[in-house]
């Protein structure tokens, strides 16, 4: 499916996904290398994806920064933009 016109309601959770399952990581190993308790790492990882419950900044950057993207492409609504973000963070 894609959104290049209309992102999904829920962009965080949408980018989240995207950029986890490109770095070929669990939910559970995404949520352990951004610093969250191994006991818990899958559901809140799965909960964030979901749209469920957003992170704090402080835990969006650690998530962001396990998957080796910029912050700012986890809320990047427009997927040009998101595009040129993770261009522009690996020239």
């Not at 290049?4 to 989240?16: E, G, M, Q, S, V």
């Not at 308790?37 to 469920?52: K, L």
């Not at 492409?73 to 595009?83: G, P, S, T």
Request: hydrophobic letters at 40%.
């Amino acid at each position: 499916m894609s959104h290049k016109h209309n992102p999904p309601k829920h962009i965080f959770a949408y980018r989240l996904k995207e950029a986890r399952q490109r770095a070929g990581l669990s939910q559970k190993q995404l949520g352990i290398a951004a610093g969250i308790d191994e006991f818990v790492a899958s559901t809140r990882i799965n909960r964030y994806e979901q749209g469920v419950h957003e992170p704090d900044i402080k835990t969006a950057s650690s998530l962001a920064k396990a998957l080796n993207v910029p912050l700012a492409y986890l809320f990047a609504e427009d997927n040009r933009l998101a595009v040129t973000i993770l261009k522009f963070n690996h020239d």
